[in-house]
Protein backbone atom coordinates (compact mmCIF):
# COMPACT_ATOMS: atom_id res chain seq x y z
CA UNK A 1 0.00 0.00 0.00
CA UNK A 2 0.92 3.88 -0.34
CA UNK A 3 3.31 4.80 2.09
CA UNK A 4 4.18 8.54 3.65
CA UNK A 5 7.43 9.08 5.36
CA UNK A 6 7.79 11.93 7.73
CA UNK A 7 10.99 12.73 9.78
CA UNK A 8 11.65 13.67 12.24
CA UNK A 9 9.62 11.52 13.98
CA UNK A 10 10.00 13.75 17.63
CA UNK A 11 12.58 16.58 17.55
CA UNK A 12 13.64 18.99 20.78
CA UNK A 13 14.45 22.49 19.97
CA UNK A 14 15.07 25.57 21.85
CA UNK A 15 13.46 28.66 21.83
CA UNK A 16 13.63 30.72 18.90
CA UNK A 17 15.29 27.76 16.28
CA UNK A 18 13.66 27.30 12.93
CA UNK A 19 12.71 23.31 12.38
CA UNK A 20 11.97 21.57 9.26
CA UNK A 21 9.64 18.62 9.11
CA UNK A 22 9.76 16.44 5.77
CA UNK A 23 6.62 14.19 4.32
CA UNK A 24 7.57 12.35 1.51
CA UNK A 25 5.43 10.13 -0.38
CA UNK A 26 7.31 6.73 -0.69
CA UNK A 27 5.19 4.85 -4.01
CA UNK A 28 3.39 7.32 -5.64
CA UNK A 29 2.69 11.26 -6.74
CA UNK A 30 1.76 13.63 -4.33
CA UNK A 31 0.14 16.55 -5.97
CA UNK A 32 -1.77 17.55 -2.74
CA UNK A 33 -0.56 17.25 0.24
CA UNK A 34 -2.04 18.23 3.85
CA UNK A 35 -0.33 19.74 7.18
CA UNK A 36 -2.30 19.25 10.44
CA UNK A 37 -1.53 20.17 14.47
CA UNK A 38 -2.76 17.83 16.66
CA UNK A 39 -2.78 18.85 20.95
CA UNK A 40 -2.92 15.46 23.32
CA UNK A 41 -5.75 13.86 23.24
CA UNK A 42 -7.85 16.11 20.78
CA UNK A 43 -8.20 15.70 17.19
CA UNK A 44 -6.63 16.76 13.99
CA UNK A 45 -6.50 20.72 12.82
CA UNK A 46 -5.95 21.37 9.11
CA UNK A 47 -3.15 23.69 9.31
CA UNK A 48 -2.44 24.41 4.98
CA UNK A 49 -2.84 22.73 2.10
CA UNK A 50 0.02 22.61 -0.42
CA UNK A 51 -0.07 21.92 -4.11
CA UNK A 52 3.06 21.14 -6.22
CA UNK A 53 4.22 24.03 -7.37
CA UNK A 54 2.23 26.40 -5.67
CA UNK A 55 1.57 28.44 -2.57
CA UNK A 56 0.33 26.86 -0.03
CA UNK A 57 -3.39 27.49 1.27
CA UNK A 58 -3.32 28.34 4.97
CA UNK A 59 -6.46 28.01 7.02
CA UNK A 60 -8.06 30.64 8.99
CA UNK A 61 -5.43 31.59 12.42
CA UNK A 62 -2.58 30.25 10.83
CA UNK A 63 0.29 32.33 10.35
CA UNK A 64 1.84 31.68 6.91
CA UNK A 65 4.65 33.36 7.85
CA UNK A 66 5.40 31.29 10.52
CA UNK A 67 4.63 27.88 9.04
CA UNK A 68 6.44 27.53 6.09
CA UNK A 69 5.15 25.14 3.48
CA UNK A 70 7.22 24.53 0.39
CA UNK A 71 5.93 21.47 -2.35
CA UNK A 72 8.61 21.70 -4.60
CA UNK A 73 8.34 18.33 -6.04
CA UNK A 74 5.87 15.54 -6.53
CA UNK A 75 6.96 13.56 -3.55
CA UNK A 76 8.25 16.29 -1.03
CA UNK A 77 6.31 18.49 1.36
CA UNK A 78 8.39 20.21 3.99
CA UNK A 79 7.00 22.62 6.69
CA UNK A 80 9.33 24.90 8.52
CA UNK A 81 8.02 26.33 11.99
CA UNK A 82 9.96 29.23 12.16
CA UNK A 83 11.29 30.75 15.42
CA UNK A 84 9.79 28.27 17.00
CA UNK A 85 8.72 29.35 20.73
CA UNK A 86 7.05 27.09 23.43
CA UNK A 87 3.70 27.26 22.35
CA UNK A 88 4.27 25.55 18.90
CA UNK A 89 4.78 22.51 20.63
CA UNK A 90 2.37 20.47 19.10
CA UNK A 91 2.47 16.86 17.11
CA UNK A 92 2.09 17.52 13.70
CA UNK A 93 1.35 15.44 10.85
CA UNK A 94 1.23 15.30 7.48
CA UNK A 95 -0.56 13.53 4.38
CA UNK A 96 -0.95 13.07 1.27
CA UNK A 97 -3.51 12.22 -1.95
CA UNK A 98 -2.63 10.24 -4.58
CA UNK A 99 -3.05 12.37 -7.80
CA UNK A 100 -3.48 9.58 -9.88
CA UNK A 101 -6.16 8.19 -8.42
CA UNK A 102 -10.01 9.51 -8.62
CA UNK A 103 -10.51 8.15 -4.42
CA UNK A 104 -11.00 10.73 -1.90
CA UNK A 105 -8.15 8.59 0.23
CA UNK A 106 -5.55 9.75 1.96
CA UNK A 107 -2.21 8.66 3.42
CA UNK A 108 -1.17 10.16 6.71
CA UNK A 109 2.37 10.17 7.93
CA UNK A 110 3.57 8.73 11.48
CA UNK A 111 3.80 12.71 12.98
CA UNK A 112 6.50 14.52 14.78
CA UNK A 113 6.29 15.37 18.41
CA UNK A 114 7.99 18.80 18.20
CA UNK A 115 8.94 19.79 21.88
CA UNK A 116 10.64 23.93 22.29
CA UNK A 117 12.49 24.60 25.02
CA UNK B 1 -17.32 26.46 7.22
CA UNK B 2 -18.13 22.59 7.68
CA UNK B 3 -18.09 21.26 10.93
CA UNK B 4 -18.31 17.67 11.88
CA UNK B 5 -19.70 16.68 15.47
CA UNK B 6 -18.39 13.58 17.10
CA UNK B 7 -19.63 12.22 20.64
CA UNK B 8 -18.72 10.93 23.09
CA UNK B 9 -15.76 12.57 23.43
CA UNK B 10 -14.94 10.23 25.96
CA UNK B 11 -15.55 6.81 26.71
CA UNK B 12 -14.52 4.16 29.24
CA UNK B 13 -16.41 0.79 29.50
CA UNK B 14 -15.01 -2.61 30.03
CA UNK B 15 -14.05 -5.68 27.85
CA UNK B 16 -16.93 -7.33 26.21
CA UNK B 17 -19.24 -4.31 26.13
CA UNK B 18 -20.13 -2.64 22.70
CA UNK B 19 -20.52 1.28 22.02
CA UNK B 20 -21.52 3.64 19.74
CA UNK B 21 -19.80 6.11 18.81
CA UNK B 22 -21.87 9.11 16.29
CA UNK B 23 -20.42 11.68 14.04
CA UNK B 24 -23.00 14.72 12.99
CA UNK B 25 -22.89 17.64 10.43
CA UNK B 26 -25.41 19.84 8.66
CA UNK B 27 -23.21 19.38 5.80
CA UNK B 28 -23.45 16.56 3.14
CA UNK B 29 -19.93 15.14 2.40
CA UNK B 30 -19.09 13.07 -0.91
CA UNK B 31 -17.38 10.84 1.21
CA UNK B 32 -16.74 10.22 5.30
CA UNK B 33 -13.89 8.03 6.69
CA UNK B 34 -13.63 6.90 9.79
CA UNK B 35 -9.75 6.21 11.42
CA UNK B 36 -7.99 4.60 14.75
CA UNK B 37 -4.97 6.71 16.08
CA UNK B 38 -2.79 5.43 18.55
CA UNK B 39 -0.29 7.93 21.02
CA UNK B 40 2.71 9.37 19.12
CA UNK B 41 1.71 7.63 16.17
CA UNK B 42 -0.79 8.69 12.79
CA UNK B 43 -4.28 7.66 12.21
CA UNK B 44 -4.88 4.67 10.17
CA UNK B 45 -7.91 4.59 7.81
CA UNK B 46 -10.57 1.94 8.91
CA UNK B 47 -13.25 2.71 6.53
CA UNK B 48 -14.59 4.93 3.78
CA UNK B 49 -18.78 5.29 3.72
CA UNK B 50 -19.58 6.71 -0.03
CA UNK B 51 -23.16 5.94 -0.60
CA UNK B 52 -25.97 7.11 1.67
CA UNK B 53 -27.31 4.36 3.74
CA UNK B 54 -24.26 2.13 3.36
CA UNK B 55 -23.26 -0.09 5.98
CA UNK B 56 -20.04 -1.36 6.13
CA UNK B 57 -18.35 -4.30 8.69
CA UNK B 58 -15.00 -5.00 9.66
CA UNK B 59 -14.90 -7.76 12.21
CA UNK B 60 -16.75 -6.36 15.35
CA UNK B 61 -16.80 -2.99 13.51
CA UNK B 62 -19.94 -1.55 11.55
CA UNK B 63 -19.80 1.63 9.90
CA UNK B 64 -23.16 3.13 8.45
CA UNK B 65 -23.39 6.33 6.67
CA UNK B 66 -26.82 8.49 6.75
CA UNK B 67 -29.10 8.20 3.97
CA UNK B 68 -28.60 11.71 3.68
CA UNK B 69 -24.78 11.59 3.66
CA UNK B 70 -24.66 14.14 6.81
CA UNK B 71 -23.96 11.67 9.48
CA UNK B 72 -22.48 8.42 10.46
CA UNK B 73 -21.56 5.71 13.24
CA UNK B 74 -19.09 3.17 14.06
CA UNK B 75 -20.65 0.10 16.36
CA UNK B 76 -18.12 -1.99 17.83
CA UNK B 77 -19.35 -5.26 19.14
CA UNK B 78 -17.99 -7.00 22.33
CA UNK B 79 -15.32 -4.53 22.62
CA UNK B 80 -11.45 -5.64 23.59
CA UNK B 81 -8.78 -4.24 25.21
CA UNK B 82 -6.91 -3.71 21.67
CA UNK B 83 -9.72 -1.19 20.28
CA UNK B 84 -8.48 1.49 22.97
CA UNK B 85 -7.24 4.22 20.96
CA UNK B 86 -8.75 7.55 19.58
CA UNK B 87 -11.45 7.33 16.64
CA UNK B 88 -11.87 10.07 14.57
CA UNK B 89 -14.12 10.63 11.95
CA UNK B 90 -13.37 13.23 8.86
CA UNK B 91 -15.67 13.95 5.99
CA UNK B 92 -14.14 15.00 2.65
CA UNK B 93 -15.87 17.68 0.20
CA UNK B 94 -13.86 17.17 -2.95
CA UNK B 95 -14.15 19.50 -6.34
CA UNK B 96 -10.55 19.18 -8.14
CA UNK B 97 -7.89 20.82 -6.34
CA UNK B 98 -10.08 21.98 -3.91
CA UNK B 99 -10.43 18.37 -1.87
CA UNK B 100 -10.40 18.64 1.75
CA UNK B 101 -10.96 16.50 4.54
CA UNK B 102 -12.85 17.73 7.80
CA UNK B 103 -12.08 16.12 11.19
CA UNK B 104 -14.49 15.81 14.05
CA UNK B 105 -12.95 16.02 17.63
CA UNK B 106 -12.59 12.52 18.24
CA UNK B 107 -13.75 9.94 20.56
CA UNK B 108 -11.33 8.71 22.96
CA UNK B 109 -11.99 5.47 24.02
CA UNK B 110 -10.42 2.83 26.66
CA UNK B 111 -11.75 -0.65 26.83
CA UNK B 112 -10.51 -1.93 30.44
CA UNK B 113 -9.39 -5.84 30.64
Known amino acids: GAVVSQHPSRVICKSGTSVKIECRSL??????MFWYRQFPKQSLMLMATSNEGSKATYEQGVEKDKFLINHASLTLSTLTVTSAHPEDSSFYIC?????????????FGSGTQLSVL | TQLLEQSPQFLSIQEGENLTVYCNSS?????LQWYRQEPGEGPVLLVT?????EVKKLKRLTFQFGDARKDSSLHITAAQPGDTGLYLC?????????????FGKGTLLTVNP
Open chain 2, 90 to 102: AGASSGGSNYKLT
Open chain 1, 95 to 107: SARDGQQLNEKLF
Open chain 2, 27 to 31: SVFSS
Open chain 1, 27 to 32: DFQATT
Open chain 2, 49 to 53: VVTGG
